[in-house]
């Protein structure tokens, strides 16, 4: 029974990058209502999402997601340049740009989205997008080594409702 625990705790482990970006994409309900986009809000989320010069960073995204799915999994490293394609291909920046443009003009109005151009035009905004990825990197290695640091306490909460369901089947 506790290495199956074990087992279970140890995938709930590995899995919390994922569960935490599960909860960072859930978004309020009031958020996801129809907000009409007018031309002049398009455009200007176009451009800003052009003057963010992340087309870079995607890339990086990409070869970062690719990197570690490998490492997760070293048998898919014969195939490593076609799941590089595949993300290119579905979230590669030139895929995805007017898609983003479409969402920051959603929750922006055409002033906020010249006071974000504005922004990220700066040098920090440019630091920011830079780091970005290094940043969101670090935070989900965070949540998972914090989760292994107490993985015993997770192990007998789990415990906790195992155990009898096991006794049971008995």
Not at 31 to 44: M, N
């Amino acid at each position: 029974m506790l290495k199956i625990v074990s087992k279970i705790a140890l995938v709930v482990a590995l899995a919390m990058p994922a569960v935490v970006n599960a909860e960072a994409a859930k978004v309020d309900t009031n958020a996801t209502k129809e907000v009409k986009v007018d031309s002049a809000r398009l455009e200007a989320a176009k451009e800003l999402v052009a003057s963010m010069g992340i087309k870079n960073s995607y890339a990086k995204m990409i070869d970062q997601a690719t990197k570690s799915l490998v490492l997760r999994q070293p048998k898919l490293k014969s195939v490593e340049g076609e799941i590089k394609a595949f993300y290119t291909k579905y979230i590669g920046w030139d895929t995805i740009k007017d898609k983003m443009a479409a969402i920051y003009a959603k929750h922006y109005t055409v002033k906020e989205l010249g006071e974000l151009k504005k922004f990220y035009e700066s040098e920090v905004g440019q630091k920011s997008i830079k780091l970005m990825p290094q940043i969101m990197q670090e935070g989900k290695k965070l949540g998972s080594s914090s989760v292994m640091a107490h993985i015993d306490e997770l192990k007998k909460i789990m415990m906790k409702a195992l155990a009898p369901k096991a006794q049971a089947k008995k």
